[in-house]
């Protein structure tokens, strides 16, 4: 089934993806395994002219397009990084959530081919992860596909996401890499069933409860002499939160401010999360516990063709069609990510690709609104879960956030 599943994407590339009707995993999984093997030329060579001199606007115009586009653009940015400089990954254990699909599996794909111990796919359809483990299966091998262990979980479910969490720290004496990649994409506005909007609360908050869990077990490792890197997947999209968030209560997170707002803002959250993490636990006596967040470019996936027909059942055409060409296919979205889950030595920076590190907003570099985010953070989760705290535990009442 994988065989056909990857012939299948290879037309992919020059026609638009079909609508999901056949299935999610059936277009989504596979998705550039086929691109991955391509003979598409990835040596880069410097962007300078002849004489040397390259303007700084021509230069940042070079970053822009590198940053987001995939194929030729990718040639452009003025450093570089590719799947291939991923290290070799023999004794690591990682955690991937949202990796059996979209730019997660590419992030999956690269770490088990670097030879990653074992991997942990934490997402919620069972189906899809089965159709990921064939493709890891047929592409590198049995031996690679039985080091993944799926874990279901929907991150809106924050009980759940500890008890995950929890079994994770049982069975394991060391974590080397955490992938906060799973997302709600650009969609409307909707509440969970804790009355949480759910942008926040899955692409932000489940995420929290996850990485705040797993820290000790991360602290540990990095205490036996490993550099721990965790690794949160934002977007440029977070430019389009509104202007005016404050992150001051529930009910400003709980006002539908549209698709790209609610989106924007989750994703504002997780470069204020890294850059928070780098003053509270990074720079704060564990110098080799580091958190960073991404931009992927845009990137095909289901998110880019599939969900953003929701909000945009007309508009969301050109996304879906009208930019696919310079879309970055799956693994091309995974560079920044992998060279933050593997290489960089740096904490709280924003890397865009292939390995860039960008400023981003203004907001997202107010400390002051980060440390009022992970307040609110800690604050919506405890209150959400205590009722029934005392029979199943809440999320955070035995743990810090950080
Ligand atoms: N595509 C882009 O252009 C782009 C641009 C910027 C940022 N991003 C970000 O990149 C990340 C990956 O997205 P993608 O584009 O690769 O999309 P995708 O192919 O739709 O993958 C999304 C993944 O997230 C998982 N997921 C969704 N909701 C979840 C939940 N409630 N609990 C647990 N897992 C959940 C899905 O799990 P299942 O497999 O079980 O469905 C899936 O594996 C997201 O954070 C997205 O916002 C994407």
New binding site residues.
């Given amino acids: 089934m994988a065989q056909r599943l990857v012939a299948r994407r290879a037309n992919a590339t020059l026609l638009p993806v079909p609508c999901c009707t056949r299935g999610v995993n059936q277009f989504?999984v596979p998705a550039a395994v086929s691109l991955y093997h391509q003979p598409r030329t990835r040596s880069f060579k410097s962007t300078a002219t002849s004489n040397g001199v390259v303007s700084n606007t021509m230069q940042k115009l070079g970053d822009t397009l590198a940053e987001n586009f995939g194929g030729a653009f990718t040639k452009l940015g003025s450093r570089q990084f590719k799947l291939d400089d991923c290290p070799d990954l023999t004794g690591k254990v990682g955690v991937v959530?949202?990796g059996?699909?979209?730019?997660?599996f590419g992030v999956a794909y690269t770490l088990l081919k670097h030879n990653i111990s074992k991997l942990y796919i934490?997402?919620?359809?069972e189906e899809?992860f089965q159709g990921a483990k064939t493709v890891i299966a047929d592409e590198l091998g049995q031996d690679k596909a039985d080091r993944m262990f799926w874990m279901k979980?929907?991150?809106?479910d924050w009980r759940r996401v500890k008890e995950v969490a929890e079994i994770i720290k049982r069975t394991n004496d060391r974590l080397d890499i955490l992938v906060n990649?799973?997302?709600?994409?650009i969609m409307s506005a909707e509440l969970t069933s804790y009355g949480v909007d759910r942008h926040m609360a899955?692409?932000h908050m489940?995420h929290v409860v996850l990485t705040s869990h797993l820290l000790p077990l991360m602290q540990k490792t990095a205490e036996q002499g490993s550099i721990v890197r965790i690794s949160n997947?934002s977007?440029n999209?977070h430019e389009a939160a509104p202007k005016d968030t404050e992150f001051a209560s529930l009910d400003e997170i709980n006002q539908d401010v549209g698709p790209n707002g609610q989106y924007g803002r989750s994703k504002l959250a997780g470069i204020l999360y890294s850059r928070y993490f780098n003053r509270k636990v990074t720079q704060n006596g564990h110098p080799n516990v580091l958190m960073n967040a991404t931009?992927?470019?845009?990137?095909s996936?289901?998110?880019?063709r599939q969900?953003i027909l929701e909000p945009y059942p007309l508009g969301g055409y050109a996304m879906k069609y009208g930019i696919e060409p310079i879309k970055k296919d799956?693994f091309e979205?995974a560079v920044p990510t992998v060279f933050c889950a593997t290489t960089i030595e740096d904490s709280g920076q924003y890397i865009c690709p292939p390995c860039i590190p960008e400023e981003g907003s203004e907001m997202s570099q107010d400390d002051e609104l980060a440390d009022r985010l992970m307040e609110l953070t800690r604050d919506i989760i405890a209150d959400k879960t205590r009722m029934d705290s005392v029979d199943r535990g809440c999320p955070m009442d035995d743990t810090f956030v950080h």
Avoid: A, E, W
């Fill in positions: 989504i959530t949202g059996s699909q979209g730019i997660g934490i997402s919620v359809n899809v979980c929907d991150l809106s990649n799973s997302g709600r994409g899955v692409n489940g997947q977007s999209l931009h992927p470019g845009f990137v996936t289901k998110q880019s969900d799956q979205g």
